[in-house]
Nanobody, 121 residues
Framework: QVQLVESGGGLVQPGGSLRLSCAASGSIVSYSHMGWYRQTPGKQRELVAAMMTGGGMTTEYAAAVQGRFTISRDTANNRLHLQMNNLKPEDTAVYYC?????????????WGQGTQVTVSS
């Protein structure tokens, strides 16, 4: 299990940009699925972007952020990033880093504590 710590959240005006980072306390090499999720009060946590390894690197984005957000993974430094451009008020949420790995028949899922992103003028 690794500890995940998000950073980079804050207040930004519509149209602005933020870069979220997720620092892992250990190696992320074995994590085949890493992603960013977000949650607003009263709603379920939803996938924003994910990066999967195994047979090559693939990415997945929520339709609402496609073309504006970019996920990247820095394995050498055990970090996951989310570049968010052209932010909209509806992007306001707590953003969580997620890491998932499978060992045998067991799947391990780790979450960070979240970082608040507020998009407002």
């Amino acid at each position: 299990q690794v500890q995940l710590v998000e950073s980079g959240g804050g207040l930004v005006q519509p149209g602005g940009s933020l870069r979220l980072s997720c620092a892992a306390s250990g190696s992320i090499v074995s994590y085949s699925h890493m992603g960013w999720y977000r949650q607003t009060p009263g709603k379920q946590r939803e996938l924003v972007a994910a990066m999967m390894t195994g047979g090559g690197m693939t990415t997945e984005y929520a339709a609402a952020v496609q073309g504006r957000f970019t996920i990247s993974r820095d394995t050498a430094n055990n970090r996951l990033h989310l570049q968010m451009n052209n932010l909209k008020p509806e992007d306001t949420a707590v953003y969580y880093c997620n890491a998932r790995r499978t060992a045998g028949i067991t799947t391990y899922i780790d979450w960070g504590q979240g970082t608040q992103v507020t998009v407002s003028s």
